[in-house]
């Protein structure tokens, strides 16, 4: 079992900047690929970007690539996204998902872990 917490969430302006963080505890964390997906209001759940468990792979959704930045610390059991440029079709709730594989993935069905959530809101 892994448990994930997310946080770094907030209020931006349009063209800011904000760095989350997934805190994970419980079984090894660096053998788990690692997710970030949001979910705004009204739309269902969407791939954001993820990372192998060495991190020599990652993948992002393409509205976000180049703005944003999915990175890990295997030794603090942290996995991060940073996110630049912020735009105002990026508010949404930023889930923390691992899976039990080193493979990134890029589909819900891929994880087998999920956060709570972390808000994320740009305003214009």
Avoid: H
Avoid at 102 to 114: K, Q, R, T
């Amino acid at each position: 079992q892994v448990q994930l917490v997310e946080s770094g969430g907030g209020l931006v302006q349009v063209g800011g900047s904000l760095r989350l963080s997934c805190a994970a505890s419980g079984r090894t964390f660096s053998r788990n690929a690692m997710g970030w997906f949001r979910q705004a209001p009204g739309k269902e759940r969407e791939f954001v970007a993820a990372i192998s468990w060495s991190a020599t792979s990652t993948r992002y959704a393409d509205s976000v690539k180049g703005r944003f930045t999915i990175s890990r610390d295997n030794a603090k059991n942290t996995v991060y996204l940073q996110m630049n440029n912020l735009k105002p079709e990026d508010t949404a709730v930023y889930y923390c998902a691992a899976r039990r594989t080193v493979v990134v993935g890029i589909l819900i069905s891929d994880y087998d872990y999920w956060g709570q959530g972390t808000q994320v809101t740009v305003s214009s």
